[in-house]
């Protein structure tokens, strides 16, 4: 897997950098691990906030093969609750073109000492 870009200065739990972005794009990789899987169980565990139109896409017989990857994460080096621009790419067969690889941004918060994955929004 891709190592997320950051800074390397302790953060504010002592923590180095690279171990606080791994952790933060751990969270992320989570959502899109979940997504692969089309487990709806699995993506409300990793992303609470997830939408119903996003359940419904995953749960969709008209998806066949479906697959995700996520890279080019950019971790703020500071904060409890961060906005991380990466790109996602969804490929799948039917019938229509899929949309392919699209900036988004993911908004990750420490809940009880782990990052989760609270918010996402398309266009980075």
Do not use: H, K
């Amino acid at each position: 897997p891709e190592t997320p870009t950051t800074t390397d200065p302790p953060t504010d739990e002592g923590e180095s950098a690279g171990v606080r972005a791994a952790a933060i794009a751990s969270a992320i990789r989570g959502f899109t691990d979940a997504l692969q899987s089309r487990d709806p169980a699995r993506l409300r565990a990793a992303f609470p906030a997830v939408e119903q139109n996003c359940l419904d896409f995953i749960g969709s017989d008209a998806i066949r093969n479906l697959r995700v990857d996520a890279s080019g994460f950019t971790v703020p080096p500071q904060g409890d609750r961060v906005d991380v621009p990466f790109t996602l790419r969804l490929d799948y067969d039917s019938g229509a073109p899929a949309p392919g690889a699209r900036p988004y941004r993911a908004t990750v918060e420490r809940q009880n000492g782990a990052w989760v994955m609270v918010g996402l929004q398309s266009g980075g």
